[in-house]
């Protein structure tokens, strides 16, 4: 690699949780002490400006503000990929050019919201931001909150515009993601594949991803970390032991409310004060978040990074692991086959 190239984005990055005072206003000296934290945690990146950083309600200026945190307290120790989305090309690269002041590695641009738009859309959209971006740039793919990026789009993307260096793809579908890799490795092997959903993150890992952008990775650091590395190192067998883990802690931080509370909910039990955010509730949910808060309790004890509470159970439910051997004879079958067709 080039010296004067930039290393390859690779790696676990938190998307980052935003804790909020009880003015309802960011609580700086408390984000400050987070990031400290998960960068001692072993995380290889940071991830403002994100879904779980609730960017949408935040204003503009303090999106801004959250990344001039970032970058300045991780002082070039981890990169910094800032979320960049804004509401129309103009203030995107607006963004783009204020967080490449600041020296962030790259930004993401999620696709338009609200307004579905054509693949064609899709990309004059892309487009016209990588043409004019002064920073790297990589795409994001959430379906579930904005338009959809597909393959085409994302090849024809790739192979026009240097500064598009990566994708982070949040649907979760293995399908699709080597899809992707088929389609653009050929031609971009420098191009950085992310996935957006830590249920899979093994089996992402598996098939050729560079990484993932994962909400858990607020609140287990260590876990995600590990995964990465024990998947990285070959020892598959416990690195699926430890999906099955953070896939259970995973479902019950998703499912049970409204994104991103499950995780906050988890993290303060890392001992960090996120404050109830911008968004209003009732005391009925406030009654539910207090009855998840004691499962979370339970479910992290049994992992192990905070102390079990007393009384409680030691598993909130068994998961339904494949047998080591059964389970070692899948993914050398899946990957010699993947290697087979030149996916990885």
Not at 4 to 24: A, S, W, Y
Request: charge should be negative; proline fraction near 8%; aromatic fraction near 10%.
């Amino acid at each position: 690699m080039d010296a004067l190239q930039p290393k390859k984005i690779e790696g676990i990055f938190t998307p980052l949780l935003v804790p909020m005072d009880e003015r309802g206003q960011i609580n700086e000296p408390e984000f400050r002490r987070f990031i400290n934290w998960l960068i001692k945690c072993g995380v290889h990146g940071l991830y403002p400006n994100g879904s779980s950083g609730e960017f949408t309600r935040h204003t503009p200026a303090e999106r801004r503000r959250i990344t001039h945190m970032v970058v300045e307290e991780a002082a070039g120790r981890v990169p910094v990929i800032a979320g960049a989305a804004e509401a129309n090309v103009a203030e995107t690269l607006a963004a783009c050019e204020a967080y490449a002041e600041m020296g962030v590695r790259a930004v993401a641009i999620v696709a338009p919201f609200y307004y579905k738009l054509a693949p064609e859309s899709v990309y004059a959209y892309f487009a016209e931001i990588a043409r004019n971006s002064p920073v790297d740039l990589t795409l994001y793919n959430i379906p579930m909150f904005a338009s959809p990026i597909d393959v085409p789009t994302i090849r024809r993307l790739a192979d026009e515009f240097p500064r598009v260096i990566g994708i982070e793809d949040s649907t979760g579908d293995l399908a699709f993601m080597m899809r992707m890799m088929a389609a653009i490795r050929p031609s971009r092997p420098d191009f950085t594949f992310l996935t957006g959903w830590e249920a899979v993150l093994v089996p992402m890992l598996l098939i050729g991803c560079d990484g993932g952008t994962h909400c858990s990775s607020n609140v287990v650091p260590e876990v995600t970390r590990r995964m990465y590395d024990l998947t990285r190192s070959g020892d598959t067998t416990a690195a699926m032991r430890w999906q099955f883990r953070l896939l259970e802690l995973f479902d019950a931080m998703l499912y049970p409310f409204e994104f991103p509370y499950g995780f906050k909910a988890a993290a303060e039990l890392r001992g960090f004060h996120f404050g109830t955010g911008r968004l209003p509730q009732t005391a009925k949910q406030r009654g539910e978040y207090q009855a998840l808060t004691e499962i979370l309790e339970c479910i992290l004890g049994d992992i192990e990074v905070i102390g079990r509470p007393n009384g409680g159970p030691a598993r909130l439910r068994e998961p339904n692991e494949i047998p080591p051997a059964q389970l070692e004879q899948m993914i050398v079958k899946v990957v010699g086959e993947l290697r087979h067709r030149g996916l990885v």
